[in-house]
């Protein structure tokens, strides 16, 4: 089906969902078979959530100077920017925003039924060089703005789309800023805000965005051992006696009222004739029982908060790494959960040799088992909904920290550690959110997330 027949239905349906009224113009849609396919896979799949989409072909403004449009879906006010419609204009139908210097393009209206995310395609106009931009939303009509997300950069004259998460219920408008790149101009098209849901939190698969290790549960691979509980799941190293990396999935769906119940024990789920680590391995170490899936994450039983006691799930960590730094960082990823999001998390030990409080050392207890030399942590961050994997986008936040496991740590908050993924992948070999598609993969994980950190 030709994607010009796909987008009519589209608006067709969502006039009447949502009693928007679009216009009627078709699109010539001179766009590539990929964002064809692209657009119209998503367009079948939002129809009922889309509240509002702009495509731009209704209006026309042909200078730079700063005014305001009539568009299908109301008036937007555009400074240093203009409709565009020369062939050197990326666009999906015969129309697009150009925008130049540090223009603006803006709603002069607000939507009611509030946003989960936003969605907008952009590229370079023409040969320009590369530029970056900003999506800001206000909640008051304009009278002060926020941005939302990060900061996006247009390197390419083939349209993308980019998915802000956006989470906000009620009144909101929105605004374009283009923040750098001078003289050089980018397009703007089919801008879409989808509504605001209240899906109610779910306990999701805790290795959902992929096995970092390539674990298995065959006991040939004592170093790289698979371990599936309720509550989360782990890679084994039986050398190490540690874990390799533990992976959960956090919601307010795990959290209840259940204490901490300090029941540190033995983990007899491992394989009968292996070495098993007690909670008296630690004692006088100088190191604390340092907690990978914390015990705070799952309160909803007693059951699950007893399995994160299990000594598999620990690792000697230095007492100001665990009680002060690392501990931040937990206390924050419960404050995104209470915002509305749902979080994937792997962390795990790396390297040999810490400082704790009775000195450095590499190994503790006669069951040698290793001390690490730094601790590390990737965090997925999603509105909550459901279809995780594929609501992962080039905008999904992604937070990722490399953490000397010293008793120096705690000079510095736990944002000072940010990172890629793609270094922790270089140290550790793994190869993390491998459930999700390469080329998000490629964006998402070489970026150091500056987001806020509390």
Same mark, same amino acid.
């Given at each position: 089906?030709?994607?010009?027949? &796909? =987008? ?7 006039? &009447? ?10 699109? *010539? ?23 509002? =989409?702009?495509? !731009? ?22 400074? *240093? ?43 370079? !106009? ?26 996006? @950069? ?109 029941? !540190? ?42 399995? #994160?006691?299990?000594? @598999? ?32 998390? &792997? ?40 279809? *995780?994997?594929?609501?992962?986008? #080039? ?44 080329? &998000? ?14």
């Amino acid at each position: 089906m030709k994607m010009k027949s &796909i =987008l009519n239905k589209f608006l067709f349906f969502t006039a &009447i969902a949502a009693m928007v009224t679009f216009s009627s113009c078709e699109k *010539d849609l001179l766009i590539d078979e990929e964002i064809q396919e692209q657009v119209s896979e998503e367009i079948g799949i939002q129809k009922s959530a889309v509240s509002l =989409l702009e495509t !731009f072909e209704s209006g026309s403004k042909t200078s730079y100077t700063a005014g305001s449009v009539t568009l299908s879906t109301g008036t937007w006010y555009m400074t *240093d920017a203009l409709i565009g419609t020369l062939s050197t204009d990326r666009k999906i139908g015969t129309k697009s925003v150009r925008i130049v210097n540090t223009g603006k393009v803006t709603m002069q209206f607000n939507v009611t039924s509030g946003a989960s995310t936003v969605e907008v395609y952009h590229a370079k !106009f023409g040969t320009d060089a590369n530029s970056t931009w900003e999506l800001y939303k206000s909640t008051n009509s304009g009278s002060t703005w926020t941005k939302v997300g990060s900061t996006i @950069t247009t390197s390419s004259t083939t349209l993308a789309k980019v998915t802000f998460t956006v989470n906000q219920s009620g009144t909101v408008r929105f605004e374009i800023r283009k923040v750098s790149g001078g003289s050089a101009r980018i397009n703007i098209d089919n801008f879409t805000i989808n509504d605001y849901t209240t899906a109610l939190p779910t306990r999701d698969s805790n290795m959902a965005m992929g096995n970092p290790s390539g674990a298995t549960t065959s006991t040939s691979y004592p170093n790289n051992y698979l371990m599936n509980k309720t509550q989360y799941s782990l890679s084994y190293n039986n050398s190490k006696k540690t874990c390799n990396w533990v992976s959960w999935h956090l919601s307010t769906a795990w959290i209840g009222s259940t204490p901490r119940q300090d029941n !540190f024990s033995a983990d007899y789920s491992l394989p009968s004739t292996w070495v098993k680590v007690v909670t008296s391995d630690y004692t006088s170490s100088g190191f604390d029982r340092g907690h990978m899936c914390p015990s705070a994450d799952r309160t909803g039983s007693v059951a699950d908060n007893s399995a #994160t006691f299990l000594m @598999t799930n620990i690792i000697p960590q230095a007492p100001k790494n665990n009680q002060i730094t690392w501990a931040a960082l937990e206390n924050y990823c419960r404050t995104l959960i209470d915002q509305g999001n749902e979080l994937y998390i &792997i962390s795990g030990p790396w390297g040999q040799g810490g400082t704790g409080s009775a000195g450095t050392k590499t190994t503790i207890s006669t069951k040698n088992i290793v001390v690490p030399s730094h601790t590390w942590k990737v965090i997925v961050v999603l509105p909550v909904g459901s279809n *995780d994997v594929s609501r992962v986008s #080039t905008s999904t936040r992604v937070i990722a920290v490399w953490m000397p496991n010293n008793q120096t740590v705690n000079n510095y908050t736990w944002g000072y550690y940010r990172t890629t993924v793609d270094y922790i992948e270089s140290q550790t070999g793994y190869n993390f959110l491998s459930a999700v598609s390469s080329t &998000i993969q490629s964006t998402i994980e070489s970026k150091v997330d500056n987001g806020p950190t509390s």
